[in-house]
Nanobody, 121 residues
Framework: QVQLVESGGGLVQAGGSLRLSCAASGRTFSSYGMGWFRQAPGKEREFVSAISWSGGTTYYAGSVRGRFTISRDNAKNTVYLQMNSLKPEDTAVYYC??????????????WGQGTQVTVSS
């Protein structure tokens, strides 16, 4: 069992940066791939980024590639999402998830409660 708690969301102006964190409980964190998804009002949950259990492989949605960076610290049971050059269209609730490394929500077994990111123009 893995419990995930996101933090770091907030309100930022376009062009600004935020760093999201996802703290995991449980001793098996390092065995899971981790992903970040987001969901805007009235839209489906969409893939943002994922990272393999070792951190050696990362994946990004085209809309965030070059602006967002995913990383993990297995010693701290934490995964991060550094978001730079934020745009109003990045506004959403951001969720972290643990499971297989993939871009589909069904590939993940555990989900956090989400953290709101709002980017003003």
């Amino acid at each position: 069992q893995v419990q995930l708690v996101e933090s770091g969301g907030g309100l930022v102006q376009a062009g600004g940066s935020l760093r999201l964190s996802c703290a995991a409980s449980g001793r098996t964190f390092s065995s899971y791939g981790m992903g970040w998804f987001r969901q805007a009002p009235g839209k489906e949950r969409e893939f943002v980024s994922a990272i393999s259990w070792s951190g050696g492989t990362t994946y990004y949605a085209g809309s965030v590639r070059g602006r967002f960076t995913i990383s993990r610290d297995n010693a701290k049971n934490t995964v991060y999402l550094q978001m730079n050059s934020l745009k109003p269209e990045d506004t959403a609730v951001y969720y972290c998830a643990a499971g297989s490394v993939g871009s589909r929500p069904y590939e993940y077994n555990y989900w956090g409660q989400g953290t709101q990111v709002t980017v003003s123009s």
